[in-house]
């Protein structure tokens, strides 16, 4: 691990906390809106049926209600994070009363409880993804991305290719919904060799490829 990189990435975040503050509760619901708008015109989200999205934080990122309630009641097939201290797994979610049932985590987003079996969409028969939906601190028109820190989406990506090359699949769409204010001029983000780009991000102003 390169302790200069970690350095810079932990002081990015930092600085990206205040900025993210400043964005007001009405500004987020909009942005949040245009952004749910790009993604229902991407052609291969129409075309797919195994989506996972992140449930978002009440504050300083997109908000993905919107987003679960549609893929619920639109008959495709929502995914969503299950994580321990080092693992995450995508499962998947019933219908809207599963989800607003969900208990609440230590970070003040419902998640779904362990002592509850879910189908996983990379069991030995499951079928996968067709699209991850990611949240972050920060993005850039490279389309690199930093997250929290704790590697979770980094893994998962490589995860979700491994299963999908095993199984004859397609890997699936990553797709990042970002803010207008995190998205940072190229060379700001710092970059590890564990750093995974991104297939898209869409913002509310642009998709960018």
């Avoid at 129409?46 to 619920?72: A, D, G, Q, W, Y």
């Avoid at 969409?121 to 930093?146: H, Q, T, Y």
């Avoid at 490589?158 to 970002?178: E, I, M, S, Y």
């Amino acid at each position: 691990m390169n302790t200069a990189i970690v350095t810079l990435k932990r002081q990015l975040r930092k600085d990206m906390a205040l900025k993210l503050e400043q964005v007001t509760a009405s500004e987020l619901r909009r942005q949040s809106d245009q952004v749910f708008n790009r993604l229902q015109e991407l052609e291969y989200f129409k075309k797919s049926k195994n989506i996972s999205v992140f449930i978002s934080m009440p504050t300083c990122e997109i908000l993905t209600t919107k987003i679960i309630h549609h893929l619920l009641k639109s008959g495709k097939h929502c995914f969503i994070p299950r994580c321990t201290k080092t693992t995450m797994d995508m499962v998947k979610l019933s219908n809207l009363e599963d989800f607003n049932s969900l208990p609440i985590n230590k970070w003040n987003i419902p998640e779904p409880s362990f002592e509850q079996p879910r189908e996983n969409a990379l069991d030995e028969n499951g079928s996968g993804l067709d699209i991850i939906l990611i949240p972050g601190v920060a993005f850039d028109k490279d389309k690199n991305r930093i997250g929290h820190g704790k590697g979770y989406y980094d893994r998962c990506i490589r995860k979700c290719n491994a299963w999908a090359d095993k199984h004859g699949f397609q890997r699936p769409k990553t797709v990042a919904l970002a803010l207008n204010e995190q998205i940072l001029n190229v060379g700001i983000i710092p970059l590890e060799e564990t750093d995974q780009r991104l297939d898209c991000i869409l913002t509310p102003d642009s998709v960018i490829y």
